[in-house]
């Protein structure tokens, strides 16, 4: 069975934190890259943040990066994604990926979870 | 700024051939390969071509992808009321060290 399930999505100040998670079945998790991927309101995909197949590769996007950090726990096969020092500009919905190979520099996703939404507002 | 630049919107008749096209740079799309996505509203993104031109497992043949130097297209033929959605290009670039989604091209079947 295949399946990605995210939580943690919510409303948070600018400058909070949050932290969003993401289960996967075995078979969907193990070995592959993953990534967050995000779409604000109106707007287009963003990609945010990947982590390559053995958790050695890391990468942020430029607008989150010393703020976002993501990791994997190949016991719970979850992936993370936390997120301080929020801004407004963070608000959308976070989707996380799955990439076909462990290659951490391939944005192609062949499973997404559902999307959980933040919203950073006063 | 890297960037991948796509029109904002395409149509077609049912039936029709439609293309959109992806342009990049020398570091993102001259480098590496095009994957393109199909977002409906309200839903997870579908892959429909990795690799440049390579469909994955259901998605029907009507749908094909091509890449030259810098620049990559998506072909829809037999256009269809359900290819109705968003669809966008995605590439890595080796200046950012990061992926990158064009800005998506709304297509509408008329």
């Known amino acids: 069975e295949v399946y990605f399930l995210e939580s943690g999505g919510g409303s948070v100040q600018p400058g909070g934190s949050l932290r969003l998670s993401c289960a996967a079945s075995?078979?969907?998790?193990?070995?592959?890259?993953l990534s967050w991927v995000r779409q604000a309101p109106g707007e287009g995909l963003e990609w945010v943040s990947g982590?390559?197949?053995?958790?050695?590769?890391?990468n942020y996007a430029d607008s989150v990066k010393g703020r976002f950090t993501i990791s994997r726990d190949t016991l719970t096969n979850t992936v993370y994604l936390q997120m301080n020092r929020l801004r407004a500009e963070d608000t959308a919905t976070y989707y996380c990926?799955?990439?076909?190979?462990?290659?951490?520099?391939?944005?192609?996703?062949?499973?997404w979870g559902q999307g959980t939404l933040v919203t950073v507002s006063s | 700024q890297s960037v991948l630049t796509q029109p904002p919107s395409a149509s077609g008749t049912p039936g029709q051939r439609v293309t959109i096209s992806c342009s990049g740079s020398?570091?993102?799309?001259?480098?590496?390969?095009v994957n393109w996505y199909q977002h409906l509203p309200g839903t997870a993104p579908k892959l429909v071509i990795y690799?440049?031109?390579q469909r994955p497992s259901g998605v029907p043949d009507r749908f094909s992808g091509s890449k030259s130097g810098t620049s990559a297209s998506l072909a829809i033929s037999g256009l269809q009321s359900e290819d109705e959605a968003d669809y966008y290009c995605?590439?890595?670039?080796?200046?950012?060290?990061?992926?990158?989604f064009g800005g998506g091209t709304k297509l509408t079947v008329l």
């Open positions: 690799g440049n031109d």
């Open positions: 982590i390559g197949g053995s958790g050695s590769t890391i």
């Open positions: 075995a078979s969907t998790f193990r070995g592959y890259a």
């Open positions: 990926a799955r990439g076909r190979s462990s290659m951490a520099d391939r944005p192609d996703f062949d499973y």
């Open positions: 995605a590439a890595w670039d080796d200046s950012l060290n990061g992926a990158l």
């Open positions: 020398s570091s993102s799309i001259g480098s590496n390969t």
